[in-house]
């Protein structure tokens, strides 16, 4: 087991601000955390997509997964039932990114999801196997949250792994650890919509500013004890812009 714990969070296809935060990444110390949402809304899913897989596969990230790989997965699974809700949260930008610019309105979305499917085989069986929580210490990584109703955090549904908010937020921690997630964002949590430092309130800490938009992405390093460092970047480019 490593002594530290590396974690980024809702990359949300902001590639060069992943890249950027990759690069503080210590293989021989850091135990590499991706807790989700690497996909949709910004330009580079993709290649988003790929480094997460890359990470996964060859330096042993744990790659956890986040509602918007479920939106992607659940696309491909039924195209025509989710395209537009897909196509508004994000989705165009990952189809247009893994085909071209311009595919959402040459094809179908059920022509869509097909050529995804033959071009990327290998990369949704990845997706289709991520993890809905991963634990460290005294630490819980997760996408959205845990159910703080149950006695037993592991007891959580997938949906509220990946989903849960408010009840998550408001809720008291008895679970006995630190629970770090993203999902959220931090401007929201702390009730301004413009502060996108880390929130950190009864032992949870939300790790997602907001990048995709016009916030900034965290990469945060803990320890045994608490918070090593937080890296952070702001997204230089403005906030995503939806064209649909």
């Known amino acids: 087991m490593k002594d530290f714990v590396y974690a980024i969070s809702d990359i949300h296809g902001e590639y060069d601000l992943f890249k950027a935060l990759v690069q503080y990444y210590d293989e021989s110390m850091h135990q590499l955390v991706l807790i989700g949402d690497l996909n949709d809304r910004g330009p580079k899913t993709k290649e988003s997509f790929l480094l997460g897989k890359e990470l996964s596969e060859t330096y042993g990230a744990v790659y956890l997964r986040g509602n918007h790989e479920e939106y992607f997965l659940q696309f491909l699974n ?94 008291k921690n008895q679970t006995g650890k630190k629970i770090v997630f993203g999902h959220t964002i931090t401007p929201m949590l702390h009730g301004d919509m413009e502060t996108t430092d880390l929130w950190l309130s009864d ?17 945060v390093i803990f320890d045994q004890k608490g918070i090593v460092q937080d890296i952070e970047y702001q997204n230089l480019n403005g906030p995503w812009q939806p064209d649909f």
């Open 203 to 219: 032992n949870k800490i939300g790790i997602d500013g907001g990048a995709v938009f016009g916030g900034s992405v965290h990469g």
């Open 78 to 171: 039924k195209p025509e039932d989710w395209f537009t809700s897909y196509v508004r949260n994000g989705g165009k930008e990952t189809m247009e990114s893994l085909l071209h610019k311009g595919a959402t309105e040459e094809y179908s979305p059920t022509e869509i999801a097909m050529m995804i499917r033959s071009r990327y085989k290998e990369l949704i069986e990845f997706l289709m196997q991520l993890p809905l929580y991963f634990e460290w210490k005294d630490y819980i990584f997760v996408h959205a949250g845990v159910d703080l109703t149950k006695k037993d955090w592991h007891e959580t549904s997938a949906h509220d792994f990946i989903w849960i908010r408010e009840a998550f937020h408001q809720g």
